[in-house]
């Protein structure tokens, strides 16, 4: 038994969704669907709720937009006949979409929990018609609404997912061995019922927790690339795919950016020790990546690069910092109480200053409460100042093969360096799999070329 999961990018309209549930229909295992909203979609809700926020009625030309992307693909994947049911169905879903986006019009007000409801229905849309598609093709097809199977608290926006509860929940839904269960991905719901989502790209992470719910033998995840590549393809053009990664490598390079699987993917598997495969629907021989607990052979020092854009540093300096325990705690405590993820965070030895990275769009939040929590040590001047730096990048370099390597930092900063890049804080793990930097935003594409050229090839 497995899980298949179809992104976005393998649902962008009628012919891709007849193309990929032709994959569906050829599996001879025995197998759980779970689909992405059509390609743009979540991004289209997204901007028709700002809008309708903003009291700017352009909400309206999404709506249409969105029928309209739905209907042709119904027109495309149904005869005539069938076709006026189908859109009848999609249109009772068209039509709350449309009164809650009048509703936010009229407040002028979407709090995270509204998003959530407004973002959940480019799934239900979605898996509406590819069931509705199956089973015309003779399937006994039956979507399932992840709201009813995936449990969480109600952290709004991305919610974390009860996973004994969800489990419980999965197999009592899909009990029918002969149905073809197709589960909408990224939405979920809480413990009082009310509409969440798993964070942008979730779906992966759905099909996950089925997978380790159902105890599946794979989980896999298909996709527009033919599985996980040393670089991503859009910005490094001779990054190859890898055949085989460890859990830790793949965890390390999708945390640092390689949105081919979102980064809590592997959390539900792990513990079930069922392999991930990243497989593409474009071309579906191609044998994709496997992500196992398996040992992986490999010559070079590291496996792959990733990078996340749109971070910034705050960097607390101060000589009152030096040998008083617990300024440390008191920044990470407000940051804490900012909701604020630090992506990564470095100390100079002399205990000077602490710099934190974290997404630029957190900066504002973080230092409210920096400020706030740290009044005491500001005004004895044991801290001098906190300052901001925007538009940088994090590039992380990660290699099971780096551990107890000698040369390796130096091949890559000297590298850095001959190519004029300069670079603002440097953080290893102690795992020795991963070698983070800041960089200047603007040296992106150049560095990850550099790394590639130096490193990979
Ligand atoms: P889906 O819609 O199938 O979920 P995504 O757009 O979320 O697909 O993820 C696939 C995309 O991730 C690829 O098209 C590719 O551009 C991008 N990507 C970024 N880094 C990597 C990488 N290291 N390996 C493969 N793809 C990557
Ligand atoms: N549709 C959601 C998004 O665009 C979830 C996903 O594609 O995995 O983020
Ligand atoms: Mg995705």
Redo the contacts with the bound molecule.
């Keep these: 038994m497995k899980v298949q999961k179809f992104?976005?990018s393998s649902l962008a309209d009628g012919q891709r969704i007849k193309k990929t549930l032709q994959i569906v229909q050829d599996e001879k295992t025995n197998h759980y669907i779970v689909l992405?909203?059509m390609k743009g979609i979540?991004n289209l809700l997204i901007k028709a709720s700002e809008n309708a926020e903003s009291g700017n009625s352009d909400y309206k030309k999404q709506l249409i937009q969105i029928t309209e992307i739905h209907y042709n693909s119904i027109e495309y994947l149904f005869s005539t006949d069938e076709q006026s049911l189908i859109k009848e169905n999609v249109s009772y879903l068209l039509d709350e979409l449309k009164d809650i986006l009048h509703g936010i019009e009229l407040v002028q007000e979407c709090s995270l929990r509204t998003g959530d409801l407004i973002m959940s229905f480019?799934?239900r849309l979605n898996c509406t018609i590819a069931a509705a598609h199956l089973n015309c093709c003779g399937r006994k097809a039956r979507m399932i609404d992840a709201r009813e199977i995936i449990i969480t608290d109600d952290n709004y926006g991305s919610s974390h997912v009860f996973l004994e509860d969800s489990y419980l929940k999965i197999r009592e839904k899909l009990k029918d061995s002969d149905t073809l269960y197709v589960i909408t991905?990224?939405i979920s719901g809480s413990e009082k019922g009310i509409t969440t989502t798993l964070g942008?790209?979730?779906?992966?992470y759905t099909a996950s927790i089925i997978g380790a719910a159902m105890n599946s033998e794979i989980v896999e995840i298909w996709t527009d690339v033919d599985g996980v590549l040393t670089a991503d393809p859009r910005i490094v053009k001779n990054s190859f795919v890898i055949p085989r990664l460890s859990i830790e490598e793949a965890m390390e390079l999708s945390y640092f950016g390689a949105e081919v699987i979102?980064p809590y993917t592997l959390m539900p598997t792990i513990d079930k020790n069922i392999p991930v495969k990243i497989k593409n629907t474009l071309n579906t021989t191609a044998p994709g990546t496997i992500i196992s607990t398996d040992p992986v052979e490999r010559e070079r020092a590291i496996t792959g690069i990733a990078s996340i854009d749109s971070v910034s540093f705050i960097n607390v300096e101060g000589g009152g910092m030096l040998g008083i325990p617990g300024v440390a705690s008191s920044i990470f405590g407000a940051l804490a109480e900012a909701e604020v993820n630090i992506i990564m965070i470095t100390q100079a030895s002399s205990e000077h200053s602490i710099c934190i990275v974290c997404r630029s769009f957190e900066v504002e939040r973080a230092l409210k409460h920096l400020n706030k929590k740290l009044e005491y040590e500001i005004k004895t001047k044991k801290i001098n100042r906190i300052d901001v730096r925007n538009n940088l990048e994090i590039i992380a370099v990660i290699g099971e093969n780096m551990k107890g390597m000698t040369g390796i930092s130096g091949k890559l900063f000297s590298s850095l360096g001959n190519s004029e890049i300069n670079i603002l804080a440097i953080a290893q793990g102690s795992s020795e799999r991963n070698i983070s930097l800041v960089i200047e935003s603007k040296d992106k594409i150049k560095a990850l070329n550099t790394i590639h050229k130096t490193f990979i090839g």
């Design positions: 992104g976005g992405s909203a979540t480019g799934e991905g990224f942008r790209n979730g779906s992966d979102h």
